[in-house]
T-cell receptor, first 109, second 115 residues
């Protein structure tokens, strides 16, 4: 089966940098994705890593280490609007994603 | 134009009733999904359809019956609703393929409340 672990909650201040970690155990692995969900909203895709290393998209970066079954999402220059839940998800060839339980990020002024 | 749409957005009903949720995507994707998100925000796959064919059917009670009339539509019918069915149900779509299925587009969700 698949399991993913991520912290339940993270708090940071505006302008800071925050890292949300995700460790996974899967049978088969086709990549690690990150999704953002604001309260009352739908999950939206942020980034995807299939290979080891860092992917950067604006203020957001995502990192993957397949040998460690570990990845993280890095959010820089935090803004109030970044307050949301962040989910890591793995693709395992089952033709569906398995999501982690989500990390609630609270950005304080 | 909305990429993935769901109706209704809110659904309040009594135990024992039967209800349906409809989903449509205009992205030309060949794979559609139903997810259930509980009160703790855990997002769990229920069903996956690829070109109208059921691919994944997780351990979901058979009171839940999905139907895909064509690859742009995926509906969910729920019989004999129970209190534990209260949740937000999300429809999503993507292209099939080990890489492209990682980029899923979600509908706005249907908040189902069973009283």
């Amino acid at each position: 089966g698949q399991s993913l672990e991520q912290p339940s909650e993270v708090t940071a201040v505006e302008g800071a940098i925050v890292q949300i970690n995700c460790t996974y155990q899967t049978s088969g692995f086709y990549g690690l994705s990150w999704y953002q969900q604001h309260d009352g909203g739908a999950p939206t895709f942020l980034s995807y890593n299939a290979l080891d290393g860092l992917e950067e998209t604006g203020r957001f970066s995502s990192f993957l280490s397949r040998s460690d079954s570990y990845g993280y999402l890095l959010l820089q220059e935090l803004q109030m609007k970044d307050s949301a839940s962040y989910f890591c998800a793995v693709g395992t060839g089952r033709r569906a994603l398995t999501f982690g339980s989500g990390t609630r990020l609270q950005v304080q002024p | 134009d909305t990429a993935v749409s769901q109706t209704p957005k809110y659904l309040v009903t009594q135990m024992g009733n039967d209800k349906s949720i409809k989903c449509e995507q205009n992205l030309g994707h060949d794979t559609m999904y139903w997810y259930k998100q509980d009160s703790k925000k855990f997002l769990k796959i229920m069903f996956s359809y690829n070109n109208k064919e059921l691919i994944i059917n997780e351990t979901v009670p058979n009171r839940f019956s999905p139907k895909s009339p064509d690859k742009a539509h995926l509906n969910l019918h729920i019989n004999s609703l129970e209190l534990g069915d209260s949740a937000v149900y999300f429809c999503a779509s993507s292209q099939s393929g080990t890489v492209t299925l990682q980029l899923q587009y979600f509908g706005p969700g249907t908040r189902l409340t069973v009283t």
